[in-house]
């Protein structure tokens, strides 16, 4: 059996196309499994169970969203 050519070219490039607006948001944490399979951890969460831990991805509009601030060079 092979495995379709998208888990092929799966990598850290496509995380957008993925997790949608939890790739660019501070509240967001990337999680890794020991599989190599990726879960995005929602801080909010903590403090308001109105936020789901690990929410469905793509997330395409979300209330808590902020957005991260461009990196300093």
């Given at each position: 059996m092979r495995y379709p050519a998208f888990?092929?070219?799966r990598g850290h490039d496509d995380l957008q196309a993925r997790a949608g607006l939890c790739a660019n948001c501070t509240h967001a944490r990337r999680v890794?499994?020991?599989?190599?399979s990726f879960f995005v951890l929602?801080?909010?969460s903590a403090a308001d169970t109105a936020f789901p831990r690990y929410p469905?991805?793509?997330?395409l509009q979300c209330r808590g969203f902020t957005p991260k601030s461009a990196?300093?060079?």
């Open positions: 888990v092929e070219s890794e499994s020991a599989r190599g929602c801080e909010l469905r991805l793509p997330v990196p300093e060079e």
